[in-house]
Nanobody, 114 residues
């Protein structure tokens, strides 16, 4: 399983970014996928999940600002991030649950300046 993220960068507070994750090495249309993040000195935390049927779960701290989506035909999962805050600064990693195993990509840096 390989998960490759793209779309991170530097943005001012209030701005937007869209992260994408390209998945390969398995069939993903029936797998739970999502996004996690880890800020310096903090533990990794769940940002959002999306199930095979399209149902989503978003962490309270991103509800109304971030939206996860997937394209099963392209084996991609995306995270649209709006109204970004400095506290959203972190490395964002793509996640997939495949064959009873958790997989993460290497991550993409998101930095939000105040």
């Amino acid at each position: 399983v390989q998960l490759v993220e793209s779309g991170g960068g530097l943005v001012q507070a209030g701005g937007s970014l869209r992260l994408s994750c390209a998945a390969s090495g398995s069939t993903f249309s029936d797998k739970l996928m999502g996004w996690y993040r880890q800020a310096p000195g903090k533990q990794r935390e769940l940002v959002a999940w999306i199930r095979s049927d399209g149902r989503t779960t978003h962490a309270d701290f991103v509800k109304g600002r971030f939206a996860i989506s997937r394209d099963n035909a392209k084996n991609t999962v995306s995270l649209q991030m709006n109204s970004l805050k400095p506290e959203d600064t972190a490395v964002y990693s793509c996640y997939a649950h495949v064959n009873l195993t958790d997989h993460w990509g290497q991550g993409t840096q998101v930095t939000v300046s105040s």
